[in-house]
């Protein structure tokens, strides 16, 4: 609960003390590749690569053309597989846990400067709302990974995704006359992205924290 509070008194600041001029604000879309984890989920556990596409508005703040806030809403797909280097041939090296949000990030963005192409930088909390969780190929030799995820008698072992979790990413990219926009970042999860899963590897009740790398593709219409 404090990191949430954290992550929303961010864009809350942001907002209150921003001259932010909504009459100017410009639509995008948006579209690109994730290579997500998640850390303490899973035994063994490697990265699952996945995608993200959908819209955005890039609302100016301030006078000068350099400082925008920008919220998106994105089909994001986020989770993990058991593809460790290490582990092949092992139970659960083939497993897929696949976990897709609908997603909701605010970036403050920065251009580097004021000219039509330029550089800039991205920092903002990440609000994550699950769609679906679709588990493959699970090590059912342990009674705790089931298809379902759920194991009625013994809850502390579930492995149901929370409905909802939040992070904060970081990135940077290139824009091209202020319309065609590349951009990579990272998003550290700040949330337990499986609360009731307490047993895996080896015992750990540390916190599941679900971590993205993305690269995307933007175009933002005049």
């Known amino acids: 609960m404090k990191k949430f509070l954290l992550a929303s008194a961010l864009t809350i600041s942001t907002m209150s003390f921003a001259q932010i001029d909504f009459s100017n604000t410009r639509f995008g879309i948006i579209a690109g590749g994730n290579y997500s984890g998640v850390k303490n989920a899973h035994n063994p556990s490697g990265k699952r ?15 000068e053309n350099q400082f925008f806030l ?11 597989t058991g593809k460790n280097k290490d582990s092949k041939g092992t139970d659960g090296y083939d497993a897929v846990y696949a976990n897709n949000y609908l997603s909701v990030p605010i970036n403050f963005k920065a251009y580097f400067s004021e000219a039509e192409s330029e550089f800039f930088g ?15 190929n699970a090590p059912l030799s342990r ?28 990135g940077a990219g290139y824009s091209y006359k202020r319309q065609l926009e590349i951009a990579a970042k990272y998003d550290f999860g700040l949330s337990n992205t499986y609360p009731g899963l307490n047993h895996e590897p080896k015992g750990t009740s540390k916190s599941k924290s679900e971590q993205v790398i993305s690269l995307t593709l933007s175009y933002i219409f005049k």
């Open 122 to 136: 991205l920092i903002g909390p990440r609000f994550n709302f699950l769609l679906s969780q679709k588990v493959k």
């Open 70 to 80: 920008q919220p998106e809403v994105v089909y994001f797909g986020a989770g993990e």
């Open 143 to 170: 009674p705790y990974y089931n298809p379902d995820y759920v194991v009625a008698d013994n809850p502390e072992l579930t492995g149901k995704a929370s409905s909802f979790n939040f992070g904060v990413g970081i």
């Open 49 to 63: 690569l996945t995608m993200q596409a959908g819209v955005l508005a890039l609302i100016p703040i301030g006078s």
